[in-house]
């Protein structure tokens, strides 16, 4: 007979966050005996105490040590990372937002039914990128795409040396070779705005489960079906699985500089020179709409901050993108030559 933390006289356990209710978790505890189960927990009073910012609230994915008897679990620690999905909220003090923990693979999803945004993809790369990650781009809809070659080719340009897939999941077509990624105990976050098909592909892999999916989607007002919980489910051979609404839609940098600062970017065209910075340049354009109150200066101050912050984060993400192309060039030249070697002996 297999003792339990109940013999051994404490009730501490090892869990998972699958569903995050705000000042509650859902939680899949792993008991000492080799049992699991799934249970409310709430973080203690203690550790309450302990957490400083956001980040350091529990957040869906993470792995948490839980102490008190079944039932009444309560969060004591949240175990370190290996990944995390971050936001960084440009309005506030740089707040960050942990979107979800420990993701081995975030697949970045693009429906085929529009030509693909080079600007939005690079967005969503920036993000996986710095969450430690994988990225793979999946394209979906192919169904209704007449120009597959195209987009693909054009996916592939955004984002060298990233894995890019199209799927239909009305035909089934490519979905088998999502597989690769899919593996027991491996987690994937689907990430991508609303209508892309998340939930479809969900449902998709979940078979049987399906209705599980369709019971956490609820009408809105206006009648649509959107995602109104996030949850970490398992595939039937091990894979665990969630879905990430859109960057735009989680509001990640105010959806870019360009749509949330059109005023500034239109004065900024009749500045003298096209690279103008707004600090003082002769012919700047913006400072004379600020000198003449047509903007307010504070407009400009939170222009340049959120394009300080994007120049940041695409400096970061072309250095690792840098680095994962010479890995991948580096495993692959490895590959090659142990291939090579095996042909050499076989002959
Ligand atoms: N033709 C076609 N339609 C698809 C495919 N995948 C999904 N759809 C349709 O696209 C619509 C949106 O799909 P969902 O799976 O609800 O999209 P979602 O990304 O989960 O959207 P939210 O829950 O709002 O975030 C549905 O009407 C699906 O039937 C596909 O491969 N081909
Ligand atoms: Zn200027």
């Not at 019971?215 to 109104?228: I, L, Y």
């Amino acid at each position: 007979m297999s003792a339990t933390w109940r013999d051994l006289g404490g009730f501490g356990a090892i869990g998972r966050i699958v569903v995050d209710l705000g000042a509650m978790f859902r939680v899949v505890v792993l008991e000492i005996d080799g049992t699991v189960v799934q249970e409310l927990a709430r973080p203690s009073g203690k550790f309450r105490h302990q957490i400083k910012d956001g980040e350091q609230w529990p957040h869906i994915g993470d792995f948490v040590v839980l102490d008190g008897p079944p039932g009444q679990r309560r969060i004591e620690a949240v175990l370190p990372r290996r990944t995390a999905l971050v936001r960084k909220n440009p309005g506030e003090a740089i707040e960050a937002q942990v979107l979800a923990a420990n993701i081995d693979t975030v697949f970045i999803m693009v429906s085929l039914a529009q030509p693909p945004n080079a600007a939005r993809l690079e967005r969503s790369l920036a993000l996986v990128w710095d969450s430690g990650a994988a990225p793979v781009i999946v394209l979906t809809k192919q169904d209704v795409c007449s120009h597959l070659d195209a987009y693909v080719r054009a996916a592939e340009e955004t984002a060298l040396g990233v894995p890019v897939l199209a799927v239909s999941a009305v035909t089934g077509d490519g979905i088998e070779s999502l597989g690769a990624w899919l593996m027991p105990a491996q987690t994937v976050a689907l990430m991508g705005p609303s209508g892309v098909g998340k939930s479809t592909l969900l449902n998709y892999w979940l078979g049987d489960d399906a209705q599980r999916v369709m019971a956490v989607r609820t009408g809105d007002h206006r009648g649509r079906h959107t995602t109104t919980h996030r949850e970490l489910f398992r595939l039937p051979n091990g894979a665990l699985v969630m879905d990430i609404p859109g960057i735009r839609e989680v509001g990640l940098w105010a959806g870019s500089a360009h749509t949330v600062f059109g005023d500034v970017e239109q004065l900024a065209e009749d500045c003298r020179f096209t690279d103008c910075r707004h600090q003082g340049e002769p012919g700047c354009a913006v400072a004379q709409a600020i000198h003449e109150g047509r903007l307010d200066a504070e407009r400009l101050t939170q222009y340049q901050k959120l394009e300080r912050e994007h120049q940041f984060i695409e400096r970061k993400r072309s250095q690792r993108a840098q680095s994962e192309a010479r890995q991948l060039w580096k495993r692959r030249s490895q590959e090659a030559k142990a291939q090579r070697m095996e042909k050499r002996q076989r002959q």
